[in-house]
Nanobody, 123 residues
Framework: QVQLVESGGGSVQAGGSLRLSCVAS????????IGWFRQAPGKEREGVAF???????RYADSVKGRFTISQDNAKNTLYLQMNSLKPEDTAMYYC?????????????????WGQGTQVTVSS
């Protein structure tokens, strides 16, 4: 069983920055992808940024150029650096892990989820 714990959310004004962290309990299965989803009230959960098993990164079009996903394997920690935040980025942000080579934007493909961290961006 893998546990994921997010932190780093908060309230910022538009144009500001936040860095989210997701600490994963130790796992040894090398074929995995990990990433961030978000869900705003009344909306479906959507994929934001991912790291594939080979280290490749991918982003939703809405965050390209503003968000950066990275990981520190020594610390079992995933990060999401969010810059130039917009009010439409307001959502609960979740870290998710799947035992697959390539990440998908379908939340049903992910077996493990964190509890989420709230990001609120005011105009």
């Amino acid at each position: 069983q893998v546990q994921l714990v997010e932190s780093g959310g908060g309230s910022v004004q538009a144009g500001g920055s936040l860095r989210l962290s997701c600490v994963a309990s130790t796992y040894t299965y090398s074929i995995h992808c990990i990433g961030w989803f978000r869900q705003a009230p009344g909306k479906e959960r959507e994929g934001v940024a991912f790291i594939d098993s080979d280290g490749s990164t991918r982003y939703a079009d809405s965050v390209k150029g503003r968000f950066t996903i990275s990981q520190d394997n020594a610390k079992n920690t995933l990060y999401l650096q969010m810059n130039s935040l917009k009010p439409e980025d307001t959502a609960m942000y979740y870290c998710a892990l799947a035992w697959r080579n390539y990440c998908s934007g379908n939340p049903y493909d992910y077996r493990y989820w964190g509890q989420g961290t709230q990001v609120t961006v005011s105009s």
